[in-house]
């Protein structure tokens, strides 16, 4: 709930009760209290509950989306894809051209490489993995999303962590440890360091069409891997089996 939300119901459960009481504005007077807006996932939280958002009206709402002017120039939408109560849900920049193609995530050869970096510490899209991006449209010629793209599909996202429940992010380049964690720090300032997204650890590393184009960035990125896996072993006991 938002700070003014808040005061409006103080204020009015303020004059309900003078009124009850007997007492006047003056004598009700008093200190204020200083409210504060709730977190930015509580109030998604109450959003999701209120509507009855599932993923599957998640994904209607995003194949209608018209909030920005990617909507104008897709062939179809990549919500994402994986298994509904993920260990992992890994967040990427934004579909390419084959994903545009097919609708679902990372299908490319940045797709087939992130398949390969998964599998190394035993995730798998199809067994403990939600894949998505932070904009479900395809930037023309596969550039970086602009703010205002990223902040129309940011809803959308908020509302399938919630659902998802991910136990942990995996954020993939810098596009989207920015977006996730409010930051403007570079991916080289941000990469293997636990960070927490609203109480659910993240941590981001190389995207992977980072490491197709520049072949000295993939020993970095495999450490990253190995602390994100350190991660989920503390995380899950049976994330090994």
């Not at 709930?1 to 119901?9: C, I, P, R, T, Y």
């Not at 996932?41 to 209120?50: D, G, P, R």
């Not at 190394?120 to 970086?144: E, F, H, Q, S």
Request: charged residues 25%; glycine residues 8%.
């Amino acid at each position: 709930m938002k700070a003014s939300e808040k005061l409006d119901v103080y204020n009015l459960l303020k004059t309900a009760s003078a009124q009850i009481l007997g007492y006047n504005s003056v004598e009700f007077s008093g200190n204020v209290p200083d409210f504060t807006d709730d977190p930015e996932n509580i109030q998604v939280e109450e959003k999701v509950k209120a509507k009855g958002v599932t993923l599957e009206s998640i994904v209607q709402k995003i194949s209608a989306c018209q909030n920005c002017i990617l909507s104008k120039t897709r062939n179809n939408t990549v919500p994402g894809e994986g298994v509904s109560n993920p260990l992992v849900m890994v967040i990427g920049e934004g579909p390419g051209e084959e994903e545009d193609k097919t609708g679902r995530p990372f299908v490319g050869k940045a797709g087939q490489l992130l398949d390969k970096m998964l599998a190394a510490i035993k995730l798998d899209r199809n067994k403990n993995c939600y894949i998505a991006n932070i904009v479900k449209c395809r930037p023309p010629n596969n550039r970086v999303p602009e703010q205002q793209e990223a902040d129309a599909c940011s809803g959308y996202l908020a509302a399938q962590i919630h659902i998802l429940k991910p136990r942990a992010i995996l954020a993939m380049g810098r596009t989207a440890v920015q977006n996730l964690m409010k930051t403007g720090q570079g991916i080289n300032a941000l990469r293997g360091k636990m960070l927490d997204y609203n109480g659910i650890p993240l941590m981001a590393t190389y995207h992977p069409s980072a490491l197709l184009h520049d072949e000295r960035l993939k020993a970095p990125a495999w450490q990253d891997l190995k602390a994100f896996r350190e991660v989920l072993l503390n995380i899950q006991s049976d994330y090994e089996a």
